[in-house]
């Protein structure tokens, strides 16, 4: 490293201690060699028989469909409930027990419930799906839905609509998952999670193989409702930098052309509605990973029963 | 915010687990083991790299990457039962023990300032600085460390350079005023040091 390098770094803030490390480093080599792209999920199975086999705490989120059962029931069960319905919903909501700093995040989130429910209200009267969601697993790791809470949540809320919207007759969401173009490219942990997903939706699930995704190989897609559209693009190394990173605007025509967008690339998908019951491993969903990506005959086509916007 | 952000901050109720200090983290491994632990590998894995290669160079010139790796399993593997049996704050502590038993202490001496620096630095509270200064120093910081954060978090060199410059200062702040001497001296092995 030069000394205008060092220089850099102290104009940069650095203390004297890291830059004349870091110069050390430099001057070693150490910096010549970097790790392999997977070294982290290699050392995670490395390690995995030494990782305490603890269940992953879904206790939470029972709960909290327990407490929201009242208001879905409320809403579902009358076309002009649902003032009353958001309201059970608020209040439910706030007697989820939370941390004291998400507490007083939420005081200032009024409009939640209201948002959200409006995404079914706009379901049950179009007669269409309450949202539609490209899952790219190029952008969002698969695994990080197992085990990230946040998306925990969000799967949560997904499901708190899908119950409504299929209590009033409506199709559920859907969810359009873009593989990523090699199978190894996959962890134990990103097969695990995605037999999850499929084995427990209450969504409608379709995977398209990568060099069939077009415009959505490289980006997260959410349309919530009539107008909402969240955007996400890039590679991210955690579920907060993904997050941080959305995209988010109301725009009716976007919206509308983003459904039709996807209703379209959903046409050159796979179905997943009569696999679930037999994804039970992670070894199941590897498989349809592998038979989606070579387009192997045994999963078969998108049925015409699963059209993207049908009522 | 945004509703998404709204939707997920408000159900996860708990901080993601990028964000937590080094002893939270810890503590989250009673319910989250792999979770909270590959994230910990993540934080780590580069500068454990570096002294791995040191210490291969060292040991057995020349150093291949498969080596290297290896030497680098082989830490994250002895260090994995006492990731969560001790005292949380002791993390780094009982780590860079691991990494001085597999490598020695010549290897944890290349990456000991920066490695223990990365303690303080989750508490650093604009969030911005905070995700700046942790991937800096989850490189290793590296002689071009401006450049590199604009081009990965899409910002100009000029305001990546802002970033890290308040970002450096806050981290001096968070040094200066959340840990008391003892704290400093017990927890970074005496490696981060108040200024006044």
């Known amino acids: 490293m030069q000394n205008t390098s060092e220089e850099k770094l102290r104009d940069l803030g650095f203390p004297e201690e890291v830059i004349q490390e870091t110069v050390r480093a430099e001057k070693r080599g150490l910096f010549d060699m970097e790790p392999s792209p997977d070294l982290v999920e290699r050392t ?5 028989y030494l990782l305490r086999s603890l269940p992953l705490a879904d206790e939470i989120h029972v709960e909290q469909e327990k407490l929201l059962e009242p208001a879905i029931k409320a809403f579902a069960g009358s076309v002009f409930a649902a003032q009353k319905a958001e309201a059970e919903l608020s209040q439910a909501l706030k007697a989820l027990p939370m941390a004291a700093d998400t ?72 969810v359009l998952m873009v593989l990523r173009p090699d199978i190894d490219s996959y962890t134990q942990d990103d097969f695990a999670a995605i037999g999850n997903l499929v084995g427990s939706a209450t969504s409608d699930i379709w995977m398209i193989p990568y060099d069939k995704a077009g415009e959505y190989q490289d980006q997260d897609v959410i349309v919530l409702g009539q107008e909402r559209v969240m955007r ?77 916007e049908s009522s | 915010m945004p509703l998404f952000q709204t939707i997920y901050e408000m159900f996860k109720r708990k901080t993601s687990l990028d964000r937590l200090p080094f002893e939270e983290l810890a503590e989250r491994y009673e319910s989250e083991p792999v979770a909270a632990f590959e994230e910990f590998v993540r934080r780590m894995k580069l500068l454990v790299f570096q002294a791995a290669l040191d210490f291969v160079r060292r040991a057995h010139p020349p150093a291949s990457d498969a080596e290297v ?128």
């Open chain 1, 103 to 174: 507490r007083a995040e939420f005081v200032r989130m009024e409009r939640l419930p209201v948002d959200w429910l409006a995404t079914a209200t706009f379901a049950r009267q179009k007669r269409l799906r309450p949202l539609m969601m490209v899952d790219n697993h190029n952008v969002i790791n698969p695994a990080w839905w197992d085990f990230d809470s946040g998306l925990r949540a969000f799967r949560l809320a997904c499901r708190v609509v899908n119950t409504i919207a299929q209590q009033n007759g409506v199709p559920p969401a859907a």
């Open chain 1, 232 to 308: 996400l693009r890039g590679a991210f190394a955690s579920p907060g930098d993904a997050f941080d990173a959305f995209r988010e605007f109301d725009n009716s025509s976007i919206a509308t052309q983003l459904r039709i967008n996807i209703g379209q690339s959903i046409r050159h998908a796979v179905g997943l509605k009569h696999l679930r019951s037999r994804i039970r491993r992670w070894e199941d969903a590897r498989t349809l990973v592998d038979n989606v990506i070579r387009r192997r005959p045994a999963v078969q086509p998108a049925a015409s029963s699963q059209l993207p």
């Open chain 2, 69 to 196: 790796e290896e030497m680098v399993l082989k830490v994250f593997e002895d260090f994995t039962p006492e990731f969560a049996s001790g005292e949380p704050s002791m993390v780094l502590v009982r780590f860079a023990a691991a990494i001085r038993r597999v490598l020695d202490d010549d290897a944890f001496e290349a990456i000991a300032t920066r490695y223990y620096r990365q303690l303080p630095l989750y508490y650093v509270k604009d969030d911005q600085q905070r995700r700046f200064l942790s991937a800096l120093y989850q490189d290793g910081v590296g002689p071009t460390p401006a450049e590199d954060m604009a081009q990965r978090f899409q910002v100009t060199d000029d305001e990546a350079r802002r970033i890290i410059r308040d970002g450096n200062r806050s981290l001096q702040d968070v040094i200066e005023s959340d840990f008391t001497e003892d704290e400093l001296r017990e927890m970074t092995e005496d490696r981060i040091r108040r200024r006044h």
């Open chain 1, 44 to 48: 995670v199975e490395r390690c995995r």
